[in-house]
C-alpha cells in the first residue's frame, strides 16, 4: 500500500531551496518548537476538534467522520527515527489518525478567501488547511510540473517525520523514465537519526541543513531540542557527499554564531567546499510569542556575520536574495 | 477642448521635448480632418469603447509597424539614399542607422531593427572578439540616445554566433531601455548555454523575450518573419497596415448567455472590427500614397505582405462575465472572483476552458475572415496587450494583476491560448528577485513555458530598476521623476500614465500600457 503524507502546501516554482527551479512540499509537522519560527501552525497536527469550523466566513471547514480521508504513517516507529527521544508537547494526530471513526476536517481550497482565521482561532496553534496525498497523487503533481523544475525539494515543518512517504516518493521518482532527471532535495532540521538517513541516502540528491545555532544551550533555547543530532547528521552527510548547504538563521543578540565565530568558523571550514553556507534573516513575519521581541536581522546585520566568517576563511557563502 | 486649445497645450507643455511636441502636434493636425468612413454601427460600437483603433489617427498615411528586408538593403545599397552595398562593419552599422531615420511606423521610430546577428555576421571577417564589441557597443548606445523609444526591437538567434553572444553582453551590461530585444530559441539549433546566457540576462534586466522560433516560423513563409514592437509578430519585408482592436469584455457584457456570445455577440463585433480595418487600410493602401516609397521601389517590403491585425483584450473579464451568466454561477460573480484568488479565469478550470472557447471562435473567424489588403487576404490574430489608458480591463488574454498564481500555473492557464495568436501574444510572468541569485531557475521555467506552447516567453523580476511597460521596458526610477521632469525617452510618459491610472506599483513590479497613444499628460 502507498503510503501518505499530510501536506501543507505546495509550491510548485521556487528559487531558493536547491539548485534551480523547485517543485516545494511543505509537510505538516515538526518536532521542534522554535521561538522564532516563520510559520508555527505547521508545527502540530490538528486534531479535529471543530474549533475553526464555525470561524471560517467561506463555509470552507466542516467534519466528516468517514475513513475516506487517507491517515498519514507517522509517529511512534517513525518518531524513533529521530535523534532526540524527549517527547515534544504534542503528540501529532495519533487520536484522529489512529482511529477512523473519529472525525477529521475537511478544507475546501475552492472556498477558501486565506483570510487565515482558522489559524488565529485554533487553540493548537495546527491548521485546517492541510491536504492528504498518496505517493501516487503526489507524482502526479510533479510529473505535471517536470517540464519546469530541477528537482522537488521535501521541506516543512520537518519533512523527515514522514519519512517513510520521503523514501517511497523519491525512489518511485528514481526509478520513473519521465522523473528521473528530477533531482531530490530534503530540507530539515537534522534531527534525523543515523538509521533514518541509512533509509533515506539511496534516493536522496542532497540535503539542506538548519544549524540554528551552535552552543547547546543556545540551540535548546530556541528550538527546544538539543543540537547534538544536527551535527550528527551534518557529519554523516558529509561522508556521504550529500550535504548541500547548512543554513545559519542570524538573530542579531540571540543566536551565539558571532559569539562563538572562532569554533564555529572551525566547524564550518571542515566541511566540503561545495557545501553552501546559507545565511538567512530572521524577521517577524509570522512568528508569535517571545519570537516576535527579538530584534530582526537587517542586511547589515548579515554583512558583519558574513564578513567575520569570510575573513576567517569561510568560503561558499551564500546571502539571503532578500530582506524583509 | 477646440483644436487650437489643445495645440496650445502641447506646445506650452512643461515636459515634452520639442520633438515629443512635434509628434503631438502633427496628431492634432490629422486627427482634425474626418475620420475615414464608416457605418453608423461601427461609430456606436467605437464610441462605446468595443472597438478601439488604438488611436492611430484619421487619415492612416503610414503603416502602423514596417519590417523592412535589412539583408536585401546591406546587399544592394540604395540608390534612393545614394548608398553603396556594405563592404565591412562599420559600413552595415552606418547603412543600419541611416536607414532607420527612413522606416516610418505608428510612432514614428521604427518598431523593428531586423535580425542583427544574421545581418551583421557576413560584415565579421578579420575583426577579433574585442573589436566587435567595442564597435556594437557605440551602436547600442547610438540606438538608445537617438531613437529613445522601447518599441523599437531588435531580434537575434536562434543560432550560435559571436554577434548575439556580444549584444546579450553589452545588454545586460548598459541596462537600457532601448531597444527592446528578443531572441529566438529554436531547441534544434540553440545550444543550452546561450539560452541559458539569455535568461541569465533576464534576471539581470528584464530582456530579452525568448520567442518560439519553430512555431513563429511555421506561421510565416520562407522570407521569414520578425518580432517587432511589443511580442507582434509580422512577416518580414511587410509589417502591419493596421491594429484594430476588440474589447472582449465589453462585448460579453452585450451577450446574455455564452450561447448568444458565440452565436451573435462575438461574430457581429468581430465584422465591424473587419470593416474598420477595412476602412483604414483602403485609406493608407488607396489614398496616403505610402506606397510609391523607396522602401517598395528598393523591394525592401512588399505592399502584398502587410496584413491588418485584429487585436482582442480583456479575456479575464468576459469569461468570468460569460462564466456569471451561467444557471448555476450563483456564487461565481466579478465581485467575489476578486476576493478569492484562486477562482474564475486563470485558476478556474472551467473558466479557462471557457477562455479557450473564444481564442479558438476568434481563430476561426479571423481566418475565415477575407481582408483586401492581409497576408494571404487575411488578418492575423493578435493578443494586445493594453494601452496607458485602459482601467479595469486586462490586456490580452492574460489573468489579472494582483491575483495571478505561480509562474508555473500562470504558464499552464494560458499555454494553449498561445496556437491561436499568429500575429503574437504577450503574458509576462513575475517573477520575485530570488531567482537572480538562482539563474538556473529562470532557464528551467523558460525551457518549460516554450515546451508547453508558449509563443514568447518575457518574465519580469520584481524589484528590478528596468520593468516591462507591457512589450517594452522602462526604467522605475524614470516613471518616479517623470511627472517632475519629463523624459528623454517617450515611453516612459505612457509608462508614467500607465502606472498612475492603475496604481500598478503598489501591487507589482510591472506597469501596462502599451502603444504610443496621443495625449499630452497634465
Ligand atoms: S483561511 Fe480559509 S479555511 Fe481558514 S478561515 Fe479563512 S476561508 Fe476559512
Ligand atoms: S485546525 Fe485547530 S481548531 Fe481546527 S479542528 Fe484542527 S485543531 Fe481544531
Not at chain 1, 271 to 277: K, S
Not at chain 2, 3 to 30: C, F, G, R, W
Not at chain 2, 419 to 437: F, R
Request: glycine share 6%; charged share 15%.
Amino acid at each position: 500500500m502507498s503510503k501518505h503524507a499530510v501536506v501543507s502546501q505546495i509550491l510548485p516554482f521556487s528559487c531558493v531551496d536547491g539548485p534551480g527551479s523547485r517543485l516545494v512540499i511543505f509537510l505538516q509537522g515538526c518536532n521542534y518548537q522554535c521561538k522564532n519560527c516563520h510559520n508555527p501552525h505547521t508545527i502540530s497536527l490538528c486534531d479535529a476538534c471543530g474549533d475553526c469550523i464555525d470561524s471560517c466566513p467561506e463555509q470552507a471547514l466542516s467534519l466528516i467522520h468517514s475513513q475516506a480521508l487517507p491517515l498519514p504513517q507517522m509517529r511512534s516507529q517513525e518518531m524513533s527515527l529521530h535523534g532526540d527521544p524527549i517527547p515534544v508537547n504534542h503528540s501529532p494526530c495519533s487520536s484522529p489518525c489512529s482511529s477512523p471513526s473519529k472525525p477529521h476536517i475537511v478544507w475546501d481550497s475552492t472556498k477558501c478567501s486565506q483570510c487565515d482565521t482558522c489559524l488565529a482561532v485554533c487553540p493548537r496553534q495546527s491548521t485546517p488547511k492541510t491536504s492528504h496525498y498518496t505517493v501516487e497523487q503526489m507524482l502526479e503533481v510533479i510529473y505535471g510540473q517536470r517540464h519546469f523544475i530541477n528537482g522537488i525539494t521535501l521541506s516543512g515543518g520537518e519533512a523527515s517525520l514522514q519519512l517513510p512517504f520521503i523514501i517511497e516518493l523519491f525512489s518511485a521518482i528514481k526509478s520513473s523514465e519521465h522523473l528521473s532527471h528530477l533531482s531530490c532535495m530534503l530540507d530539515t532540521n537534522g534531527s534525523l537519526s543515523s538509521t533514518g538517513w541509512h533509509k533515506l541516502l539511496p534516493f536522496l540528491d542532497g540535503a539542506m541543513v538548519d544549524l540554528k545555532a551552535w552552543q547547546q544551550d543556545t540551540h535548546h533555547y530556541i528550538t527546544g531540542r538539543d543540537n547534538q543530532p544536527v551535527f550528527t547528521s551534518i557529519e554523516l552527510l558529509t561522508q556521504h557527499n550529500k550535504l548541500y548547504e547548512v543554513r545559519l538563521l542570524h538573530i542579531p543578540g540571540i543566536t551565539d554564531y558571532e559569539h562563538d565565530v572562532d569554533a564555529l568558523v572551525g566547524y564550518l571550514s571542515n566541511l566540503p567546499t561545495e557545501t553552501r553556507v546559507k545565511l538567512n534573516a530572521f524577521h517577524h513575519h509570522g512568528v508569535k510569542g517571545i519570537g516576535s521581541t527579538w530584534p530582526q536581522c537587517t542586511q547589515a546585520d548579515i554583512a558583519r556575520l558574513a564578513n567575520q566568517l569570510t575573513q576567517r576563511g569561510v568560503t561558499n557563502i551564500v546571502l539571503p536574495s532578500l530582506y524583509i | 477642448m477646440t483644436l487650437q486649445d489643445n495645440i496650445e497645450k502641447i506646445v506650452t507643455h512643461p515636459h515634452l521635448s520639442p520633438k515629443q511636441k512635434s509628434n503631438y502636434l502633427a496628431l492634432e493636425a490629422e486627427n482634425s480632418l474626418p475620420y475615414v468612413a464608416v457605418s453608423e454601427r461601427l461609430n456606436n460600437a467605437m464610441k462605446q469603447g468595443i472597438i478601439c483603433d488604438m488611436f492611430e489617427g484619421h487619415a492612416p498615411f503610414k503603416p502602423r509597424y514596417v519590417l523592412p528586408d535589412y539583408a536585401k538593403y546591406l546587399q544592394q545599397g540604395s540608390e534612393y539614399l545614394e548608398l553603396s552595398p556594405a563592404e565591412d562593419f562599420d559600413d552595415a552599422l552606418n547603412a543600419l542607422t541611416i536607414l532607420y531615420f527612413h522606416v516610418p511606423s505608428v510612432t514614428n521610430i521604427p518598431v523593428y531593427l531586423g535580425q542583427l546577428d544574421t545581418l551583421l555576421m557576413p560584415f565579421t571577417q578579420g575583426l577579433d572578439a574585442e573589436a566587435i564589441y567595442r564597435k556594437l557597443k557605440r551602436f547600442w548606445i547610438l540606438l538608445d540616445r537617438t531613437l529613445p523609444d522601447a518599441f523599437m526591437h531588435v531580434n537575434i538567434g536562434p543560432t550560435d554566433n559571436i554577434i548575439c553572444r556580444t549584444i546579450l553582453r553589452i545588454d545586460a551590461e548598459l541596462q537600457q531601455i532601448a531597444p527592446n530585444l528578443t531572441f529566438m530559441y529554436d531547441p534544434a539549433v540553440t545550444p543550452d548555454d546561450l539560452l541559458f546566457q539569455a535568461t541569465s540576462n533576464i534576471c539581470q534586466c528584464g530582456k530579452p523575450h525568448i520567442a518560439n522560433y519553430p512555431l513563429h516560423a511555421d506561421a510565416f513563409d520562407a522570407r521569414g518573419f520578425g518580432i517587432v514592437s511589443c511580442y507582434n509578430a509580422l512577416p518580414l519585408a511587410g509589417g502591419a497596415n493596421t491594429l484594430v482592436r476588440v474589447n472582449l469584455k465589453e462585448v460579453a457584457l452585450n451577450a446574455n448567455s455564452i450561447d448568444d456570445f458565440f452565436a451573435q455577440t462575438l461574430p457581429y463585433y468581430s465584422q465591424l472590427a473587419f470593416e474598420l480595418i477595412e476602412a483604414r487600410s483602403a485609406f493608407l493602401h488607396q489614398q496616403s500614397h505610402f506606397f510609391d516609397s523607396f522602401l517598395v521601389k528598393e523591394q525592401l517590403i512588399d505592399e502584398s505582405r502587410f496584413a491588418p491585425m485584429f487585436g482582442i483584450y480583456g479575456m479575464a473579464e468576459a469569461v468570468n462575465i460569460l462564466q456569471a451568466l451561467l444557471p448555476n454561477a450563483a456564487e461565481i460573480t466579478t465581485t467575489n472572483v476578486a476576493s478569492k484568488p484562486n477562482t474564475g479565469y486563470g485558476h478556474n478550470p472551467d473558466a479557462n476552458e471557457l477562455g479557450l472557447r473564444v481564442s479558438a471562435a476568434l481563430d476561426n473567424i479571423v481566418k475565415s475572415t477575407l481582408v483586401t489588403y492581409g497576408y494571404n487576404g487575411r488578418a492575423l490574430l493578435h493578443s494586445q496587450s493594453g494601452i496607458s489608458l485602459d482601467k479595469n480591463v486586462t490586456p490580452g488574454v492574460r489573468i489579472p494583476y494582483g491575483s495571478e498564481p505561480d509562474p508555473i500555473s500562470h504558464i499552464q492557464a494560458l499555454a494553449k491560448h498561445h496556437q491561436y495568436y499568429t500575429a503574437g501574444i504577450s503574458d509576462i510572468l513575475t517573477i520575485d528577485e530570488t531567482v537572480k541569485a538562482n539563474p538556473q531557475a529562470m532557464f528551467q521555467l523558460c525551457k518549460g513555458a516554450l515546451s508547453s506552447g508558449f509563443r514568447e516567453f518575457s518574465a519580469n523580476v520584481a524589484n528590478n530598476d528596468l520593468v516591462r511597460v507591457t512589450g517594452y521596458m522602462v526604467k522605475r526610477s524614470d516613471i518616479e521623476t517623470f511627472k517632475q521632469c519629463g523624459s528623454r525617452t517617450n515611453t516612459t510618459g505612457l509608462a508614467a500614465e500607465a502606472a498612475i491610472n492603475t496604481g500598478i506599483f503598489q501591487r507589482q513590479a510591472r506597469v501596462i500600457a502599451h502603444e504610443q497613444a496621443p495625449f499630452i499628460h497634465e
